[in-house]
């Protein structure tokens, strides 16, 4: 089994310069110029992740541990084409994992995003649906609290070979953190079952989960949408 794990650009910033730009972003309105000299800011490819995806890498390796079930966990980058069409795989994250991006691509439920940075809304699209989205996070954290985070679980078969993919990942990192605690536990399958159609367990399908966050702690997940194929 391969797990595809998801991390972002890290830049280091020389002291000079992150205090110059937290100068400035205490004055709103006001514009200010910084010349960098070389070394003052260096950029680490992959270099970044963040504590609630880490949370959710911990509670899926433990899971698979505790189940004898050996497991290589990877950087996107280290993940090539074969390994998706050859072994079990496991894939975390969405916004910086393409693997997760191409698997949903064509499915029910999918996220969405408009804008950037401090003014990037995300939410998560019904496809079937000509609805306004109404699983919707219009601040995400840091930028702003975040009062609430959407999380899709998406596992397809390949009943051919019996090989399975799993896809799960939040709008921000609380719902991939609750994803990955709905994934390793019987409750939450338990409670699922009582929603899902009967012979769920060999289909496909696609959960979108809410957790209210509170502070930075995301609370226990809700199913609110499912898709059995």
């Known amino acids: 089994m391969v797990v595809c794990i998801p991390a972002r650009e890290r830049l280091f910033l020389d002291d000079r310069v992150r205090e110059a730009l937290l100068g400035g972003s205490r004055a709103?309105?006001?514009?200010?110029?910084?010349?960098?000299?070389?070394?003052?800011?260096?950029?680490?490819p992959q270099g970044q992740m963040s504590v609630q995806n880490v949370r959710a890498i911990l509670s899926l390796s433990?899971?698979?541990?505790?189940r004898g079930k050996p497991a290589q966990f990877r950087l996107v980058s280290e993940v090539a084409f074969d390994?998706?069409?050859?072994?079990?795989?496991?894939?975390v994250g969405a916004y910086h994992n393409p693997w997760a991006e191409e698997l949903t691509r064509n499915l029910r439920f999918a996220f969405e995003s408009h804008g950037a940075g401090s003014r990037e809304v995300c939410w998560v699209r019904d496809r079937r649906s000509e609805a306004e989205p109404q699983w919707i996070v219009p601040k995400l954290w840091p930028y702003a609290p975040q009062s609430v985070d959407y999380a899709i679980i998406t596992r397809l078969f390949d009943r051919a070979s019996g090989r399975v993919v799993i896809s799960f990942a939040g709008i921000n990192g609380f719902g991939t953190q609750v994803a990955a605690e709905f994934l390793t536990s019987r409750r939450?399958?338990?409670?699922?079952?009582r929603l899902a159609p009967k012979g769920w367990e060999r289909r496909n399908c696609q959960i979108v989960l809410e957790t209210k966050v509170i502070g930075l702690i995301p609370n226990p997940p809700r199913v609110v949408a499912l898709e059995v194929w």
Do not use: C, K, N
């Not at 433990?62 to 505790?66: C, D, I, P, Q």
């Not at 939450?188 to 079952?193: D, I, P, Q, V």
């Open 62 to 66: 433990r899971f698979l541990s505790e």
């Open 83 to 91: 390994d998706i069409g050859q072994s079990a795989v496991i894939l």
């Open 28 to 44: 709103p309105g006001r514009s200010f110029s910084l010349t960098l000299e070389e070394g003052e800011v260096v950029a680490v």
């Open 188 to 193: 939450y399958w338990s409670e699922f079952a």
